[in-house]
């Protein structure tokens, strides 16, 4: 497996970006963004929980 800098991985984005439009690099970026954030809520939200022993 070949090691590719992330400058590379950018470029492959920003060309990606180009062919097909910003709206399927942005809606990913939304997703897993909202993934993410329910995620640490969940985290952090579990801790507060009161047990009723």
């Not at 909202?34 to 809520?41: D, P, Q, R, S, W």
């Amino acid at each position: 497996m070949e090691h590719n800098p992330a400058s590379a991985w950018l470029t492959g984005a920003a060309g990606a970006a180009e062919q097909q439009g910003s709206g399927n690099l942005l809606r990913i970026v939304l997703v897993v963004m909202l993934v993410g954030c329910a995620l640490t809520a969940w985290f952090l939200l579990r801790g507060y929980r009161q047990k009723d022993d």
